[in-house]
Antibody, heavy 121, light 110 residues
Framework: QVQLVQSGAEVKKPGSSVKVSCKAS????????ISWVRQAPGQGLEWMGR????????NYAQKFQGRVTITADKSTSTAYMELSSLRSEDTAVYYC??????????????WGQGTLVTVSS | EIVLTQSPGTLSLSPGERATLSCRAS???????LAWYQQKPGQAPRLLIY???SRATGIPDRFSGSGSGTDFTLTISRLEPEDFAVYYC???????????FGQGTKLEIK
């Protein structure tokens, strides 16, 4: 049973960057995609992008193009999401989630526990 | 980009009642690419339904999904206390390649 464990909460200044990690254990990592989804306080879910670790190829939502970078380290079964030029509107819980099937565009199960990123001066 | 609109925004029902949640797409969506998630306060979302009507592993059979084209429905046949949560629909679209979520329906105890 694969589990995803994310790094801890972060507090960042406007204009800075944040890098959140997502470590997989108990299952296959490289051939499944890892997506990042964020949720602002009291708001809905927003997909940011995904990576296929075995290929190192990432796809990004247009809204975040140029500001988000998703990477993966196959040797440690860890995915990363880095968001730059932070602003207050980026305050949110950031989730990673693994696809239900290898490759392709599939559903998200399981999810990480979430990482709260607070952007404040 | 396909937009998913969920209704109602909030649904107030009692345990034992039947819940019907709607998800409408701005363009036709392949049934293969429509899913539903449940999210409880302080928790990550949980996959309930994929491919519009297939239950995920461990999901009780009181949850069912249906629909095609632009109209999809999540039905909970008899509400249990643990079912009160927020529900999101999700789809994959190819132009551009991306996932989108509906804004959510909050199912609350009446």
């Amino acid at each position: 049973q694969v589990q995803l464990v994310q790094s801890g909460a972060e507090v960042k200044k406007p204009g800075s960057s944040v890098k959140v990690s997502c470590k997989a254990s108990g299952g296959t990592f490289s051939s499944y995609t890892i997506s990042w989804v964020r949720q602002a306080p009291g708001q809905g879910l927003e997909w940011m992008g995904r990576i296929i670790p075995i290929l190192g190829i990432a796809n990004y939502a247009q809204k975040f193009q140029g500001r988000v970078t998703i990477t993966a380290d196959k040797s440690t079964s860890t995915a990363y999401m880095e968001l730059s030029s932070l602003r207050s509107e980026d305050t949110a819980v950031y989730y990673c989630a693994r696809s239900t099937e290898p490759g392709g565009w599939y559903w998200f199960d399981p999810w990480g526990q979430g990482t709260l990123v607070t952007v404040s001066s | 980009e396909i937009v998913l609109t969920q209704s109602p925004g909030t649904l107030s029902l009692s345990p034992g009642e039947r819940a019907t949640l709607s998800c409408r797409a701005s363009q036709s969506v392949s049934s293969s690419y429509l899913a539903w998630y449940q999210q409880k306060p302080g928790q990550a979302p949980r996959l309930l339904i994929y491919g519009a009507s297939s239950r995920a592993t461990g999901i009780p059979d009181r949850f069912s999904g249906s629909g095609s084209g632009t109209d999809f429905t999540l039905t909970i046949s008899r509400l249990e206390p643990e079912d009160f949560a927020v529900y999101y629909c999700q789809q994959y679209g190819s132009s551009p390649s991306m996932y989108t979520f509906g804004q959510g329906t909050k199912l609350e105890i009446k």
